[in-house]
């Protein structure tokens, strides 16, 4: 199978709200009239987003997901997205399955694969993700004001205790793994909050490196400090929810340390004014998504945790993810 | 050096053409009125794309040149990219390298980086590159008319022979290097070229992979077949200019298959009505870039190669590139 052959069977498929879809040298794409399109991208390389051997089908659906989470911060409707893939040889099953998991998320938000390359190489993902908003109208990092409310929309820090409990650095029950599993291997991307909080949020973020670093960029964006009350936040996890699991099996620190610095959770992490209370539980409503307040700006610089007393806890010993860090 | 101080320090510039640009979950992006958004996305990945080692500012160059030679090939005005990149670790000189050989080419276009990841992995880079262009004037690959003479910009041929010198497969005088290597490691994309020719040329595409494999795609879009004069196509070299050079030295079927199947040469192939003869020549004077008027199409399918008394020529022997080829 020869890259053309490979592009024709797994990634072409009509364009709906391109203009021009794969097959010439650029694709052509419009946003409705006083509409600002709303631009990210993503790579994902294996070995660091991923493990090896990863299921080729959760893989497509999380490399999309994780970009759709970018347009959701920005409160953007998902449009289309370019994918440039390498790899190692051309495999028609784990192409298959990739094409398969990638589709089926795209479809679920009318999101149109509109252009790309593929090359051989060490398995890399590389999406672009084109979404619009009205002008003016996207949610920025920049808008926290003193007095707003903190939340989180769904769940954090079952991703790093999967990862953990993955690679044996942590043990897990078998029915909490399976959770926790599911978080980090299919990411939900919040597309219908992002939308609804439009209006309503004054600043919002995804949470992909960890929420206190992802807060953090919130904070300085908008000149701000944060007071989050841990008590809240140490029962995020989506293995909390379930029955079958007792908290007691894991130290209360390490569940705080994933909720609050675990990362590559795909959440949103987005402040409000106390008065659009109201219209918070609205939009999560609407979206058929939790959300969770968990803190509040301050006009101070600096994140400060607390317990449900308000005395000072100690940062998570988890250090936000990063890429180059010595 | 982390993540974000590396993206602060090499990556980060005000922009011009978008509302919002990088360190936000997404960039921020609004054609003029009437304009469509012409999107292309390519990866370069070490070994495959580029020799390791590679001079950083030279791969700075090429991997934006590489994406705006598609949006030349649409007609497209450049206005912004994205960039993904995973590299080894964070080398500062490296990184200062590279970032100045891309931001000198961006720059010459006005095309402002708005938005990127980076990743720690094996050498790569994506990029997406955004233009405009007035809805429905783009360029496209469909739409060749039997009659119409078929062009290529520039010259073609020395990428391959540069590559093929560099890597011990062919010897090559050190002043002939030289000139193929510039060819190879810097290439122009033809963005001048491809504004003008809006409304006059009636099909174009990059030459990337190859000039028999890119044509052979407009013929396909466009439903037609063409013939091509060889005896015109292998003086194309660039090093053939060169009056150092002694064509003999090179052996006529070698320099042949160069110009037409040695690819990474990043010109543009275009047809045109006869009618438009005058035309195609003031968009050559206009974007300051040579063409050469190398055949016809026609209507029977397929691509034919005759010499100048116009019999058949045997096809070249290097193959179109293709990764995924067994």
């Known amino acids: 199978m020869g890259e053309f052959e490979l592009i024709e ?45 990863a299921d080729p089908r959760l893989l497509g659906h999380k490399a999309l997901a994780v970009n759709l989470s970018d347009l ?46 593929t090359t051989a190489g060490p398995l890399a993902i590389c999406i672009t993700v084109f979404g619009e908003v009205p002008a003016g109208r996207a ?17 954090l820090g079952d991703a790093r205790l999967a990862l953990d409990a993955l690679t044996g650095r942590r043990a897990l029950g078998s029915a909490a793994l399976a959770t926790a ?5 299919q990411p939900t991307p919040r597309v ?45 996890l989506a293995i909390c929810e ?19 610095a675990g990362g590559d959770d795909y959440e949103l992490a987005f402040c409000a004014a106390p008065t659009a209370r109201a219209a918070v539980g609205a939009a999560a409503a609407q979206a058929g998504t939790r959300v969770t307040r968990i803190g509040r700006i301050e006009a101070a610089p600096g994140l400060r945790l607390v317990d449900g007393q308000g005395r000072a806890v100690a940062a998570p010993r988890l250090r936000p993810f990063d890429h180059f860090a010595r």
């Not at 021009?20 to 390389?45: F, K």
């Open 181 to 185: 599993r599911a978080r980090l291997e």
């Open 139 to 155: 949610l920025l990092r920049s808008g926290a004001r003193a007095g707003d409310d903190v939340y989180v929309s769904g769940t």
């Open 242 to 260: 379930d029955s079958a699991f007792a908290a007691a099996t894991i130290d209360a620190q390490i569940r705080l340390d994933c909720v609050l």
């Open 9 to 53: 069977r797994f990634f072409t498929r009509p364009a709906r709200h391109a203009a021009l879809g794969v097959g010439d040298d650029c694709a052509l794409l419009m946003p409705s009239a006083g509409m600002q399109m709303a631009i990210s991208t993503d790579m994902l390389v294996e070995s660091r987003h991923f493990l090896q051997g």
């Open 192 to 236: 219908a909050l992002g939308l609804a909080l439009r209006g309503v949020a004054s600043a919002a973020i995804d949470v992909s490196d960890g929420l206190v670093g992802d807060l953090g960029h919130i904070l300085a964006a908008s000149g701000v400090g944060a007071c989050i009350d841990t008590s809240v936040a140490i029962d995020l």
């Open 72 to 117: 959701a911060a920005c409160g953007a409707r998902p449009l289309a997205f370019t994918l440039a893939l390498a790899l190692p040889r051309a495999d028609e099953d784990w192409l298959a399955a990739f094409s398969a998991g990638l589709f089926a998320l795209a479809d679920r938000h009318q999101c149109d694969l509109i252009g790309g390359d």
